[in-house]
């Protein structure tokens, strides 16, 4: 029987042990999440309000600290202790928390999550083939953008991860032309050659914008139909209500993440369409 994934999926950004609402990427400007389910910020709490009020089973876990700790120079370690509560509270979680080795993906999808390799941290192709390789569909890969731009790109050629280098990409609030950089479509056709078939093409400018479905040039880009077999398309960033969802699921989404609207009232439990999966069903 296939699994079918969620349409939509509620995401939280973890900071300091809090959740934070995201704002076009500019985590230094992060501020400790108001949500109108709650008047916690701790993730456990955030993430029970959203399962009373939507019934959403499947939960993106953004570990910032985790991911900002690689920039840094650190090795990230994702806070497994919330991880595990999450897990325990019933959620298939999906948690992106700087991956940058096989040996993280596989200690996260050893605690039930989906780990989430996200451009941003990846340190090298073999690194992804490696984890591919080892989870096959149990992990997603993020195709970070900022502008349109890939955030950072390995060296698009074949090189051990020990002496691989990095064209840089657009960092967030950098608004300077990138010369020479891969393009995004560049990323995903050679991520697929890794053997990638789950994407999350999310533009981090677009993260808390209510810009609307601007996403929608992504996954419905005549770059995945090119790709000659099917993979799934996860995007999100700027949503701001139902019709936003159904927009970017007409476009070529099989999920839709979505954060602020939630916490905002501005994504109604009620005005919820017919239909919409919230959990992984079978067919």
């Not at 970070?144 to 064209?167: C, F, I, K, T």
């Amino acid at each position: 029987m296939a699994c079918l994934e969620p349409e939509v999926v509620p995401v939280i950004d973890v900071m300091g042990g809090a959740v934070v609402r995201a704002a076009r990427g500019q985590r230094s400007r992060y501020q400790p999440l108001k949500s109108c389910w709650t008047p916690s910020s701790d993730p456990c709490d955030v993430a029970r309000a959203l399962r009373d009020r939507y019934g959403f089973r499947t939960l993106y876990v953004a570990d910032l600290d985790a991911i900002q700790a690689r920039h840094r120079g650190g090795r990230p370690a994702p806070d497994d202790r919330l991880l595990r509560r999450l897990t325990a509270d019933g959620w298939a979680v999906w948690l992106d928390a700087g991956i940058t080795g096989r040996e993280e993906a596989e200690r996260i999808a050893e605690c039930g999550a989906t780990p989430v390799v996200g451009l941003e941290t990846l340190p090298s192709w073999s690194v992804l083939s490696d984890i591919v390789r080892c989870l096959g569909a149990r992990m997603i890969f993020s195709v970070d953008l900022y502008r349109g731009r890939p955030v950072r790109v390995p060296a698009m050629q074949d090189a051990p991860s020990s002496s691989a280098d990095h064209r840089a990409g657009p960092s967030p609030g950098d608004d300077r032309p990138t010369a020479d950089a891969p393009g995004w479509r560049d990323v995903v056709f050679r991520a697929v050659a890794e053997g990638v078939r789950r994407f999350i093409v999310l533009d981090l400018y677009l993260v808390g914008s209510g810009e609307g479905p601007v996403a929608a040039r992504y996954v419905g880009d005549p770059a995945f139909a090119q790709i000659g077999e099917r993979v799934q398309r996860i995007t999100g960033g700027g949503v701001r209500n139902w019709d936003d969802c159904r927009s970017l699921l007409a476009a070529g989404a099989d999920t839709v993440l979505v954060a602020s609207a939630l916490h905002d009232g501005r994504m109604m439990p009620e005005a919820m369409p017919r239909g919409v999966r919230r959990d992984c069903g079978h067919s």
